[in-house]
């Protein structure tokens, strides 16, 4: 039977991440809160290490390993943020990381992680899997896969921004989050069943990749063909069996929102809050700005996932 992640997995992970990670902003916006008529808390990890959540999770697994395992290097799969976590983790903690990308990838994301230190293997998202590449390298070669979500220690790291929201805010009434492979949306409900229990818990998926809606409705985990969407983050076909299990026992739903208000939301936070965020870090915003009169008067926690987005196609998504 799976043993699932639990809140002192959380707890443990902030203590080996403390001192590497940055305890990221809290950022509030007055327009934001006349816009919904509610009072909203943007935990922004766009600002974080490598720019985006990631690290969280990729530093607190990659400290769990033996020396052993720690010569002999990791292996991990990811469209981008996942991987440039991992690589950097690895240069940190002297461990060599080798990552498996999808060749269409943001150019930067590949950059940067190559510029962190990691082996980069490019393959087609479209015909080849990512998983059994990963599976089959870490076999050959000896090596720890580091998946980019269904981990427990990759879990155990998600869950500290989350915990450092309500650290600083004090209990809320919901909390948006991204979700693609279910990492942040499952460690955030670890922190938040045992921070705010009242707190509901949101994942935001984009609409053209439902499966994680899917599979809450109807109790199993649904794999689709991956997704045509501009939020890369979350181009992921399936949630894990660590993730699903959480997600199943502690999120109340999940939502979807379009490109379309992807991009509105990019361009309300470079021009209203001067921040660069990528079109999956604008999941969770997205979705509480469609909620509408559902938050009138709440206090709303919205993670802010990431914002590695090559600076070309940020401007080409945020023109009118």
């Given amino acids: 039977m799976l043993t699932l992640p639990t809140y002192d997995d959380v707890v443990a992970a902030a203590r080996r991440i403390e001192g590497h990670a940055h305890r990221t902003p809290v950022m509030t916006s007055r327009t934001a809160d006349r816009e919904l008529g509610a009072e909203l808390f943007f935990k922004c990890e766009n600002l974080q290490r490598m720019g985006a959540f990631k690290f969280r999770g990729a530093f607190n697994a990659l400290s769990c390993l033996d020396e052993a395992q720690r010569r002999a290097g990791v292996v991990s799969y990811s469209s981008g943020n996942h991987a440039q976590a991992v690589a950097l983790a690895g240069r940190l903690l002297g461990i060599p990381a080798t990552i498996i990308m999808p060749e269409d990838a943001p150019t930067s994301k590949i950059a940067a992680t190559r510029e962190y230190g990691g082996r980069v293997v490019l393959y087609d998202r479209y015909r080849e899997d990512r998983e059994e590449i990963g599976r089959r390298m870490a076999a050959e070669q000896g090596l720890a896969l580091i998946p980019p979500y269904d981990h427990p220690g990759v879990i155990a790291g998600q869950g500290t921004a989350a915990r450092e929201l309500l650290e600083e805010t004090g209990s809320l009434d919901c909390l948006f989050v991204p979700l693609g492979g279910g990492g942040l949306l499952s460690g955030s409900a670890l922190s938040v069943k045992a921070l705010a229990p009242a707190c509901r818990i949101i994942g935001v998926e984009p609409e053209a990749g439902n499966d994680g809606q899917r599979s809450l409705a109807c109790g199993t985990i649904v794999h689709i063909e991956t997704p045509q969407t501009i939020a ?25 929102v379009s490109d379309r208000e992807l991009k509105d939301c990019m361009r309300f936070f470079a021009e209203r809050m001067k921040l660069l965020v990528e079109p999956t870090g604008c999941l969770g915003f997205a979705a509480a700005r469609a909620a509408g009169e559902e938050l009138r008067g709440q206090r709303v926690g919205v993670i802010i996932s990431g914002g590695n987005v090559d600076l070309e196609r940020f401007c080409s998504l945020i023109a009118l």
Avoid at 232 to 256: C, K
């Fill in 232 to 256: 890369d983050g979350a181009q992921t076909q399936h949630l894990g069996q660590y993730t699903f299990g959480i997600i199943t026992r502690d999120v109340e739903r999940i939502v979807t």
